[in-house]
């Protein structure tokens, strides 16, 4: 069974906006701290922004003041706004329950004029 599912991905041009969602099969990953990570072509996923249960957030480097990463319990859905976006932003963009295994299949971003 599919636990996490990602969508909101698309083609967008540099400094567009997009929203992505992650929705959750279970609440129990209500009770979870959930991430989004991002991988390009060639390169190593990495961690983009996490929330914990209570709301707290947490952004890498690259991304602070353009992202945000918020929850909808009653929704159990996870969203990364995403702000002023560059090529370098290109990727596929997963959520992930911290600390399991529990990951979505993915949705492109592709950020181009």
């Known amino acids: 069974q599919v636990q996490l599912v990602e969508s909101g991905g698309g083609l967008v041009q540099p400094g567009g906006s997009l929203r992505l969602s992650c929705a959750a099969a279970r609440s129990f990953f209500n009770t979870r701290a959930m991430g989004w990570y991002r991988q390009a072509p060639g390169k190593q996923r990495e961690l983009v922004a996490t929330?914990?249960?209570?709301?707290?957030?947490n952004y890498a480097d690259p991304v602070k003041g353009r992202f945000t990463i918020s929850r909808d319990k009653a929704k159990k859905t996870v969203y990364l706004q995403m702000n002023s976006l560059r090529p370098e932003d290109t990727a596929v963009y997963y959520c992930?329950?911290?600390?399991?295994?529990?990951w979505g299949q993915g949705t492109q971003v592709t950020v181009s004029s």
């Open positions: 992930n329950a911290v600390g399991t295994d529990f």
């Open positions: 929330i914990s249960s209570s709301g707290s957030t």
